[in-house]
């Protein structure tokens, strides 16, 4: 997904360019910000989901033979 920028300014003062890329950083910034914090806020609901069906005991690695009996004894 490619990001536009538009710099926009009053017609009455025209921005410098250092000062018209600094807005544009800027804006950049922010977007790369929100971008991160929804990022963090789905990873933080995807570990509550996961907390709330069963503990971290439950999540433990098995062995490829002792799934398939936990498998076989849950059907």
Not at 32 to 45: F, G
């Amino acid at each position: 997904m490619e990001n536009h920028y538009e710099i926009l300014t009053p017609q009455s003062t025209p921005l410098t360019n250092a000062q018209s890329l600094a807005l544009a950083v800027g804006q950049k910034q922010r977007d790369e910000q929100q971008a991160a914090d929804r990022l963090d806020d789905r990873q933080k609901s995807r570990a509550q989901e996961l907390a709330s069906h069963g503990s971290v005991d439950n999540m433990k690695v098995m062995s490829p033979s002792r799934l398939r009996e936990r498998l076989r004894a849950e059907r």
